[in-house]
């Protein structure tokens, strides 16, 4: 790991909020001051593939991939989507995995099984939290807002000030209470987790 | 002020700092960086078109930039336009024109791993490649000025990952630009026979007083650090050098051709290990070799895919915490999304028993299981050439037996010309049409693609008999809604019949254009057998509930194909009314 800067890794399927989580993030960084990469792996995400952002934020950064074993945080919006990603998590890293499974045509099928993912990740690391982000988000305003859960849940792991988030949601305007009130519900989950789990090692 | 930017959004940006007058490119279905980049235009104030084809979106910047204004245009595919572009360098460019090419080492979006760079030489126009979003403003400003000191188009490289990257970039003040206006030179703007060759010498000499400059231009610099290892790079590469060895000395290439052979040799000189990091093929590398520079490169790292920092580290000595072996991950393969007309399209030409001539776009969503329905598919809008091809060696032997099959946007990139060959050649063949109602994804008017097809093809209308068509010599364009499916298959089935050429277009509207939403389908748990039917469309909102199938209310678009092939009558709509 480059010395003070933190990778983030976000992954999703097409049509989840994945890049515009990332870009809040960023801009968030951006705002408090830090050096900033947001890099969307490119696929082809019209047709529900798979989709996945390196966001890197820090005094300075230089490529904008995350290294193997170097995600300090991963953010999983698809259960199977974050197992693809699982050898840029770091040994220590956190782990944020929301509890959406989108099947692959095989395992609708019942062709294959689907995996545990949360046990496989367990395997990289202890500090995995499983987040029901879609019914966390339900009654604010539904699945657009499943990444300010999963950011919030993240966000006391990560050197941006809360402010920072705030500001970037105010310049956006639309639906701001709402969106404000999912981050928070984010940051409350990860308030009520055991310490073995929140404590910032090495972040 | 500085404004978190993509690599493509700073294109834009730099289009409207540095009064560029109009943005043309192709977007196509799978281009959606230069999409992005023709968005951030039109939001900046540049005028941004899409254009059907790269070809069209050259010829625009090209008549821009004879009429005296700062034009920029932009195509993942480099190579489509070679010969335009390589015209326009004998003409030579009157306003600033730069051409953005993107490439794609790993194959994520485009359909082929095309190093543009190796175009440089036979196309005889500098190239500039900018690394991140800053200098992708910066190098832009510099590749327009370029033009207009040497009268020559030049080309700004960039990959995908330099493309949809984001980073701060210092924004300047935007400007209007104004042409100055058609200036009549006809000796050098019409390239009749006889001209080519004095042109062509014209272009070398203005190019090789630019190769001149290359050394002291501000895009090429030596960072010295330790002595003990020099790399040589370009593009995104230069920050993967950055981060995997931060000790090593650094000649960054950002105007890579024509080489800077002197500033080589002076970096060669000082450092006692000299190595190329470049992705794809080794085109610096063997510039350095035929300087007679000894160096390293390939061999080193791989000649396919992206590079990254852990690539680079495990090939040079740099640190990589790469012990554990990969969590392999199910493949989560492209498929049509829920309430797609191309499922029901697919669907049906499997069931006509056709080999089908696929194409690139939406079409391309039958390549995997469980439709599978395609037998080639590897260029946008070759599928109609391709089925003709077929035809014309091999005769009865695939008559009626064979479909064209081609999205919109396909065919009005280039499929229309071929049909209108294979009908000017009086051939046979089916061609299917998908129509999806998203013809502004090619910036083509949403004028009716049957009319089009009619006009191309001589056709006569409705259902004239064979013998008719025949003797009048055209050819038969009927219409069929996509998501009905024993009318699409029994269209599918007469116009294979048909001895003369005819034209299926199968309308549909894209789920994502559905302005109202229909009511989701749902399985009637007992009737269902599980006979898996409707599993085999592939629809993402249906799964086997092992007692019985289940159609997820939240995924399902309503498009009601399951409803149409379940035999035991299990599935219907939920709305109210049925």
Known sequence: ???????????????????????????????????????????????GGPTSVHVRLGDEVHSPLVREREADVLVGFEQLEALRHAHLLAPHGFAALNE??????????????????????????????????????????GAPLIGLVLLGVVSPLLPVPEHAYQAVLAAGAADLEVRRAALRRGRELFAALPSCVTAPRAI | MKRLLTGMEALARAAAEERVQIVSGHAGHTGHAVAAMLEAALQEGVCARRAPNEKVALEVVMGASLAGARAVAAVTNLAAVVDPLHAMAYVGAAGGLAVVAVDDPGVALGAVETDSRTLARALELPWIEPSDAPECKEYLAAALALSERWEIPVVVRITTRVALTGRPVSLGATAAGEAAGLRRDRERRVLA????????????????????????????????????LGVVTSGASYHHVREALPDASVLKLGLSFPFPAQLARTFAARVHRLVVVEELEPVLEHELRALGIACQ??????????????????????????????????ERPPEPCAGCPRRALLHALKRVHVNVAGD???????????????????????????????????????RGRQVALLDEGAFLHSGALALAHVAGGGAGGTVVVAEDGMRARVGAPAADLASLARALVGASGGQASAQQ????????????DALDLAATEAALREELARPELSVVVARGRCPMAQTTPRPPCAVNSVRCNRC????????PAISDGFDAMVIEAGACAGCGLCVQVCRAGAIASTEPSS
Do not use: K, Y
Not at chain 2, 364 to 393: I, K, Q, T, Y
């Open chain 1, 1 to 47: 790991m480059t010395t003070g800067v933190t990778n983030v890794l976000l992954a999703g399927v097409a049509r989840q909020p994945v890049l515009a989580t990332a870009r809040l993030l960023a801009e968030a960084a951006l705002l408090a001051g830090l050096d900033v990469s947001l890099s969307e792996c490119p696929s082809p995400a019209a047709w």
């Open chain 1, 100 to 141: 959406r499974l989108l099947r692959t045509w095989r395992m609708r099928a019942g062709l294959e099984p689907a995996p545990d993912v949360t046990a496989r990740l367990m395997a990289v690391t202890p500090r995995v939290v499983s987040v029901p982000a879609e019914s966390l988000v339900q009654g604010l305003g």
């Open chain 2, 297 to 330: 490169g390939e061999g080193l790292m791989p000649r396919t895919g992206e590079l990254g920092p852990d690539l680079i580290a495990l090939a040079l000595g740099g640190t990589v915490r790469r012990e554990r072996r990969r969590v392999a991950a199910p």
């Open chain 2, 469 to 480: 068509h025949r003797a009048s010599g055209t050819a038969n364009v009927r219409e069929v």
């Open chain 2, 193 to 228: 026979p006889g001209r080519g060759g004095r042109l062509r010498i014209g272009a070398r000499e203005r190019l090789a007083q630019l190769a001149a400059h290359t050394g002291e231009s501000p895009l090429n610099r030596v960072e010295l650090r330790s002595p003990a």
């Open chain 2, 360 to 398: 690139l776009g939406c079409a391309m969503m039958g390549a995997s299981a469980p439709l599978a329905a395609l037998d080639s598919a590897f260029a946008v809008g070759a599928s109609v050439g391709v089925a003709h091809g077929a035809e014309l060696v091999l005769g009865e032997r695939v």
């Open chain 2, 532 to 539: 898996g039917a409707c599993l085999r469309l592939g629809c």
